[in-house]
């Protein structure tokens, strides 16, 4: 496959700082030693949960690259795990997908915990022994938040939590997952039932079902978490009771939406670079493929969405670093940038003909792997129906303008004076 581009397309330069241009070039430079030949492996034995890769990006501290120095972090903010996110995602999506769904669960710590539980579980992370999930999906009611049947009662000083999480990015590689369950009757609304638990991996009650791959993102594990009365300290509660819908409704509009926006424009760039490096080799009619106008008006079509695609990605995630007002831009990044990517990937399939169907052929591991930014964080029914809430101008929190400011993050003790 054809390497997309080595340097930032100047149409970026107004949301990157040269901080943010070395990252890409480590990233791109990490990317084509570490993660190229496992692709390959991790597409030949999709029943693997690939760890090796998550060991080396731990490492360098992309799983804490928005947790300010203060807890370990590399304090870069969301323009930059934006870079990590679509330059990963260029060379393998589900290493990118490795990536992203510990730094959700790391959104929701920076935001609703305490300084206490800040140190106790961000360094971790930071130093590359932790690794997080958070587990809200649920197999009868899915993503739907307000369906959620696991349940957690008090006892003592303690919580003993009972149920089952579905499609948990992460489920095998995570040392500790943030775990969203009903706390209170039923009749109560949803914005006070839910609360958000930290649940160590090892606590008696929790099994992990085995690996099972899906579609595509071969090595990244998803699974299911199954809780039976497991025990947790109260201290293990992240935000207050009854304060589970926001940190799970924060989390993904401020980091699991432009997370999947970032995997869907790698996708897409690789997507891009192969096709054009399939049509210009091919010959036809004593040139190449890549001469034929109706094939250039189909590719002219896809370079644009690519460009819209990569600009809505970084401009978002800008205003996201400047403590703007950006929800709705989150959302459609994720919105268009997915569906965007899936009509390149659709068309790149019909431009390759027959070659599009080798198993070995990079394209189908792109046409397998843009499937799995559709569901999570929301599908594109759920993006437009919050986009016509903006449309109309409802009164909705805005997520980005609440909880946004890193400088907030920065204090060593955000109780201090």
Not at 27 to 48: K, L, Q, S, T
Not at 180 to 207: C, K, N, Q, W
Not at 272 to 285: D, G, M, V
């Amino acid at each position: 496959m054809t390497a997309t581009p080595a340097t930032p397309p100047p149409a970026l330069r107004p949301y990157l700082t040269a901080r943010h241009e070395l990252l890409w070039n480590e990233a791109d430079a990490f990317a084509a030693e570490h993660v190229a030949p496992r692709a390959v492996r991790m597409e030949a034995a999709p029943g693997r949960v690939e760890r090796k890769v998550a060991d080396l990006m731990a490492a360098r501290g992309w799983f804490a690259v928005t947790v300010p120095p203060a807890f370990g972090g590399l304090g870069a903010g969301h323009v930059a795990k934006t870079v990590l996110l679509h330059r990963v995602g260029c060379v393998s999506a589900a290493a990118a997908a490795i990536l992203q769904a510990t730094l959700i669960p790391v959104g929701a710590l920076l935001h609703f915990a305490t300084y206490e539980q800040k140190v106790r579980w961000l360094p971790g992370v930071a130093d590359g022994s932790l690794l997080l999930s958070i587990a809200v999906t649920e197999p009868t009611a899915g993503g739907h938040i307000g369906g959620i049947e696991t349940t957690a009662e008090p006892a003592g000083n303690e919580w003993v939590i009972t149920g089952n999480k579905v499609h948990i990015g992460n489920s095998h590689l995570a040392g500790a997952h943030l775990v969203i369950a009903r706390t209170a009757e039923a009749g109560v609304r949803t914005s006070h039932a839910l609360t958000a638990f930290m649940v160590e991996s090892d606590r008696p009650g929790l099994s992990i079902a085995d690996h099972r791959p899906g579609l595509g993102l071969h090595g990244f594990s998803a699974g299911r978490l199954d809780l039976d009365h497991v025990r947790v300290p109260t201290d293990n509660v992240v935000g207050e009771i009854g304060q589970g819908l926001s940190v799970a409704q924060s989390s993904s509009i401020l980091y699991g939406r432009p997370n999947l926006a970032a995997v869907s424009l790698g996708i897409h760039e690789a997507v891009a670079a192969t096709t054009t490096s399939y049509l210009k080799a091919r010959p036809r009619y004593r040139g190449a493929l890549s001469d034929l106008p109706v094939l250039r008006d189909r590719v002219g079509d896809m370079e644009a969405r690519l460009r819209a695609a990569r600009i809505l990605a970084y401009q978002s995630v800008h205003l996201l670093d400047q403590s703007l007002s950006c929800d709705a831009e989150l959302i459609n990044a994720k919105y268009l940038g997915h569906q965007w990517a899936m009509q390149s990937v659709q068309d790149s399939m019909e431009l390759h003909g027959a070659q599009a169907l080798d198993r070995e052929y990079v394209l189908q591991r792109l046409w397998r792997d843009i499937q799995h930014t559709h569901p999570p964080a929301g599908t594109g029914e759920v993006q437009r129906i919050r986009l016509s809430d903006a449309a109309f101008d409802e009164d909705h929190i805005q997520w980005s303008e609440r909880l946004a400011a890193e400088a907030a993050w920065a204090q060593p003790d955000p109780t201090a004076a």
